[in-house]
Each structure stands twice: as structure tokens, then as C-alpha cells.
């Protein structure tokens, strides 16, 4: 009789909800926790590994340590569409596939990038906190210069999943939308643009790419320096794209008049960081992709691909260039 797979699963998703999503292998997997939330318990866990699910905050992060301490994995699921808390070049190597959950949070976060762009458009974080306060600013609001989100023009860096419905929403707006891929995409409902230029011509850039050595840093002083005055930053990719320090500098000199971020380089953002005293920025925990809908999009994938490698079937979403066939170690 074949031995069971042994799946373990990394914190934060709660034992309880993998419990439930593999039941239905029944005897052909079985499921296990580190006994401790740290490096020590990671390590130690891989060890009798088959199968990992990997933690999506990235504090565990499965590195050539990890690939090192786990001589059976055979396959790695990350619950994420970034996979920069894993080496995947180092899994590779040993012959192991990663996969990510491509696209399940696209409309979640394409919504959220919308949302905070007509919050900033109109102040309303601002307006809340003055009137929470006990004020009535009614006229520093309107001199603030609010503006209608249909009257502006929208660059998009990245045109993934995220990117292409953050376009799509914009544009049904009413907004000229242009967008910036490494991969031009020519069935665009968009209009691409040389960086350079997508940059001279935002009065709201949203940010949606991954991270990698090639993206980071890319939306540094100099690029912010090309935007119009007045613009808007919203990032939902990842803090080091568009460094901290790059943005507050860019909002210093007016070139930009607010930003909304859901990512920083360091998570969570330091306490007494500057970005937590500024009125013309928008914070938010990297929490973009959290709604209902996206997280159960996010399970049901999880659990399709593992139970497709328990089952012997290709898997979806491999992004470290391995075949999807899965084979045993």
C-alpha cells in the first residue's frame, strides 16, 4: 500500500480549514502543523514533508535553508500570487515545483486600487478624520481641489491578472487608461506606454507587478520626479518597487499629492514611520486582496492543486519552470 501524503501547512491559515479541505482525500494524505510558529518549527516540520503550503505572510520563509532541511518535499503550493518569501530558484535546483494562486485576489485587489483612487480623488480619509475630530472643514476640503475620477488618466504598472481588471474598472469609469507591462500584451483593452512616458502621463499611477531583482526599486526618485504635479500613487504589488522614502520625498516636493499604499518594505510598518503621521497618504495592512470572495477563491485553488498531486494530475500555476507533473521523492 502506497504511504500517505503527508501535507504540511505553514501558518497564518488555520489547521482547522486545511483539515477540511483534504478530508476528502481521505486516506491518501494526511496533514500536518509545525509544532512551533518559528524557524526552529519550520525546519524541523519539512523534514517529514511530502507536500508544503507555504505561509503567505512570508515570515516562514521556505529559502535554501528550507530546501535543504526537506529531502521529501516534492511539491510547494504558496497561498499568494507573490512568491518572494520562497527561492524558488533553490526548489527548482532540486527538482521540486512552486506553484502560486495566479490571479485569485485580481478583482479583489482591482477593486480595492478603484476605491482608494476616489478616496484620495476626494480627500475622504482626510474629511473623516477632521470631522471625527470634532471639525467641520468644509472649505480647506474643497480647496484641497477634489477631484472627479472619470476626468483622470490612469497608468498602470504591470498588466497581470491585477493589472488588466484594475484597466478594466478604471476605463468603465470613464478614465483614459494606459498601461506599462515587460511583455506587451497587444489585446489590451488599454493604451500601452514606454514607462518613461506612461509615468509623464498619470494623474493616478497604480502599481501591480511583482516584485523581483528587475522591479525593485523601479518606481525610484527619478521616475517619480516624471509624473505630473499633483499626481496620485496607489500600489497593491509590493513596498520595494516604489520604496517608502521615494514616496515620501515625491509627496515633500508636491509632485505628489497623495498616495494610497496596502504594501511598504518593511510589514508591518514600523511604529513612529513617517508614512503613519502623513494626512495626504492612505494606509492599509497589505490587506487589498482580503475580501470574502478572493479568499475563497484562494482555498478552492489551494486545495485543487495539492489534491491534483495527490491524485497524479498536472498542477496549475507553476512558476520556478518545472514540469506540472509532479513525481514523488
Known sequence: MTAPWRILSLPP??????????????DAAEVAFPRTRDRAGLLDALGGAD????????????????????????F?????????????????????????????????????????AFAL??????????????????????ALGPREIHTQRVGIVGFGAIGAEAARLFAALGCAVSYWTRRRRPQAAATYRELDELMAMSDILVIALPLTEETKGLIGPERLALLPDK?????????????DGAVLAALDSGRLAGAALDVFEQEPLPEGH????????????????????????????VRDNVTAVVQGRDVQNVVNGLNPQVIRR
Open 121 to 142: 480623488c476626494r480627500n475622504l480619509a482626510r474629511g473623516d478624520r477632521a470631522v471625527r475630530a470634532g471639525g467641520w472643514p468644509q472649505m480647506e476640503m474643497a
Open 274 to 301: 513617517p508614512l503613519r503621521s502623513r494626512e495626504d497618504v492612505l494606509l492599509s495592512p497589505h490587506a487589498a486582496g482580503a475580501s470574502v470572495q478572493s479568499q475563497l477563491n484562494l482555498l478552492g485553488m
Open 13 to 26: 491559515i488555520a489547521d482547522e480549514i486545511v483539515q477540511g479541505l483534504f478530508a476528502p482525500l481521505g
Open 231 to 243: 499626481a496620485l500613487l496607489v500600489n497593491v504589488a509590493r513596498g520595494g518597487i516604489a520604496p
Open 76 to 116: 510547494v503550493q504558496m497561498p499568494a500570487v507573490g512568491t518572494d518569501s520562497i527561492d524558488v530558484a533553490a526548489w527548482a535546483a532540486a527538482g521540486v515545483p512552486v506553484a502560486n494562486a495566479a490571479g485569485f485576489n485580481a478583482r479583489g485587489v482591482a477593486e480595492w486600487a478603484v476605491g482608494a
Open 51 to 74: 507536500l508544503v503550503i507555504g505561509d503567505f505572510t512570508g515570515r516562514l520563509a521556505l529559502d535554501a535553508g528550507a530546501v535543504a532541511a526537506a529531502p521529501r518535499v516534492s
